[in-house]
T-cell receptor
Framework: GENVEQHPSTLSVQEGDSAVIKCTYS??????FPWYKQELGKRPQLIID?????GEKKDQRIAVTLNKTAKHFSLHITETQPEDSAVYFC??????????FGAGTRLFVKA | DAGVIQSPRHEVTEMGQEVTLRCKPI?????LFWYRQTMMRGLELLIY????????DSGMPEDRFSAKMPNASFSTLKIQPSEPRDSAVYFC????????????FGPGTRLTVL
């Protein structure tokens, strides 16, 4: 079955710097890769997603890249702000209902 | 739309008691997912339904856990008997068609088993 590994588990950056979170997946059939943000005590919420027919997607300060050959995808946050502090989860799905989540990255943005 | 609704938001019970968690998905969504979140194990998929039918319950930890979806607007996750290691936040999520659509999470139920 699918396995998703996420790194790093914790990331601390200075406000204004960039943050990069990386994930690898095992199932070559996976074709959908969402990223969720979970603030303390809140529910996970989708922030961006990418499908396997696209290599990169950007939404304001957030971008995601996908390398299907290497089976890895990354989340890039530029010009980080304190409100970006949260846990970020990557996930992978092969389209058959089941979505497998990574272990999460706790991002701290220091003001 | 009110989003995914879960109840109760918090549940404290004693070991051995039955616990029932409830979920109302977003109207019109065909898929429903139950997740468990702990610090140690992260976000785990327990079971998911499509058109009210359980598709995969391989994530259900043991026979003490059961889930039902009697209609398109309601699902329950039951633990009987509950144990302290079941303490976690349980999320319900729904999506319009299948997992390649965005999953919308409910606020979660924080379960504490003493």
């Amino acid at each position: 079955g699918e396995n998703v590994e996420q790194h790093p588990s914790t990331l601390s950056v200075q406000e204004g710097d960039s943050a990069v979170i990386k994930c690898t997946y095992s199932d070559s059939a996976s074709n959908y890769f969402p990223w969720y943000k979970q603030e303390l005590g809140k529910r996970p919420q989708l922030i961006i997603d990418i499908r396997s027919n696209v290599g990169e997607k950007k939404d304001q300060r957030i971008a995601v890249t996908l390398n299907k050959t290497a089976k890895h995808f990354s989340l890039h946050i530029t010009e980080t702000q304190p409100e970006d502090s949260a846990v970020y989860f990557c996930a992978a799905s092969e389209g058959g209902f089941k979505t497998i989540f990574g272990a999460g990255t706790r991002l701290f943005v220091k003001a | 739309d009110a989003g995914v609704i879960q109840s109760p938001r918090h549940e404290v019970t004693e070991m051995g008691q039955e616990v029932t968690l409830r979920c109302k998905p977003i109207s019109g969504h065909n898929s429903l997912f139950w997740y468990r979140q702990t610090m140690m194990r992260g976000l785990e998929l327990l079971i998911y339904f499509n058109n009210n039918v359980p598709i995969d319950d391989s994530g259900m930890p043991e026979d003490r856990f059961s889930a039902k979806m009697p209609n398109a607007s309601f699902s329950t996750l039951k633990i009987q008997p509950s144990e302290p290691r079941d303490s976690a936040v349980y999320f319900c999520a729904s999506s319009p068609r299948q997992s390649t659509d965005t999953q919308y999470f409910g606020p979660g139920t924080r379960l504490t088993v003493l």
